[in-house]
């Protein structure tokens, strides 16, 4: 599992970074957060295939979060999809996409499935979900948890011998969670496997300033990529424009007991984020400010 941040800058794209995107990625497939316009060129630029985009998430409808797609899904269609898509965001975009989409010549190959979705709402997929929650921003936002599945315990193999269960097949039955019978008698899984091992989970804040819905939802998470539009020196431009400081979003990494604090959506005034990163270490010293193409990939938990 692994974050790839595809644009980090806010508001416009600059001569150092592009506007927002990451895509993150599960095994094959890729979940896409935010495609600000020229998305699909960073994507090219990376090492993850933007065909392989299964699922885009827009957390609301400022120009530096959105007017990548079209092109993206033109391109996808260039390219002979056939696989479906789906996209999600706040309450509009099915009728947003629906305008989006029908602008010029443009009839899709493949299917492209749009979803409203509100806070609280939880999206399963197969092994994962996705959890949605409001953001504080000057317009209807949210942001996104993708949250792993848990993985069963470590399987005691000394133990289910002593069950004298036979190595092989019967093995990996348990070790998906399934009873087997030996001989008259049925070994549970609990009996072999150790207790459950948390899943991974990456929360995507969108812009927003700092809010308790998005401390919430960060809870415990391996890796928390929040606004840090501006530096604390300019707290009230970054709360009358819904961002949040450097300090703030290690604030919320502090409360939500995170692993990893990524800071995103930097003001074009900035030429060399670092100075951001620093003061977030004052706070939080687990966090990074990624450049474009930059990722960082989610170690499995013991
Ligand atoms: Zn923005
Ligand atoms: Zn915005």
């Known amino acids: 599992m692994r974050a790839v941040f595809l644009g980090t800058g806010g508001t416009y794209p600059c001569t150092e970074r592009n506007v927002?995107?990451?895509?993150v990625q599960i095994d094959k497939d890729v979940l896409l957060f935010d495609c600000g316009e020229g998305t699909q060129r960073q994507f090219m630029k990376s090492n993850v295939s933007f065909m392989s985009t299964r699922w885009i998430f827009i957390t609301h409808y400022h120009g530096d979060h959105f007017l990548g797609l079209p092109g993206l899904i033109q391109s996808m269609n260039l390219n002979g999809r056939k696989q479906p898509i789906d996209i999600y965001g706040p309450k509009g975009t099915k009728e947003l996409m629906r305008f989006l989409l029908t602008a010029g010549y443009f009839s899709p190959g493949y299917e492209i499935c749009v979803h409203d979705v509100e806070p609280k709402d939880k999206i399963r997929f197969n092994g994962f979900s996705v959890v949605v929650a409001r953001a504080d921003h000057t317009v209807p936002s949210l942001a996104y948890a993708v949250i792993e599945d848990d993985r069963p315990g470590r399987f005691d193999t000394e133990k289910a011998k002593r069950l004298k269960v036979p190595p092989?097949?019967?093995?990996?039955?348990?070790?998906?969670?399934?009873?087997?019978?030996?001989?008259?008698?049925?070994?549970?899984?609990?009996?072999?496997?150790?207790?459950?091992?948390?899943?991974?989970?990456?929360?995507?804040?969108?812009?927003?300033?700092?809010?308790?819905?998005?401390?919430?939802?960060?809870?415990d998470s391996d890796l928390l990529i929040h606004d840090a539009t501006l530096l604390s020196s300019e707290e009230v431009l970054a709360d009358d424009f819904g961002h949040s400081t450097a300090l703030e979003a290690a604030q919320v990494a502090k409360e939500s007991n995170v692993r990893m604090l990524a800071l995103m959506h930097f003001s074009p005034r900035y030429k060399d984020a670092q100075v951001l990163t620093e003061e977030a270490k004052s706070c939080f010293p687990e966090v990074f400010a990624p450049s474009d193409l930059q990722e960082f990939v989610v170690k499995?938990?013991?």
């Open 300 to 302: 499995l938990r013991e």
């Open 168 to 219: 092989g097949p019967l093995f990996r039955q348990l070790q998906r969670g399934e009873e087997v019978v030996v001989g008259e008698r049925t070994v549970r899984p609990s009996q072999v496997l150790g207790p459950s091992r948390k899943g991974r989970k990456i929360v995507y804040s969108g812009d927003t300033r700092p809010c308790k819905e998005v401390i919430e939802l960060a809870k």
């Open 20 to 23: 927002t995107a990451v895509a």
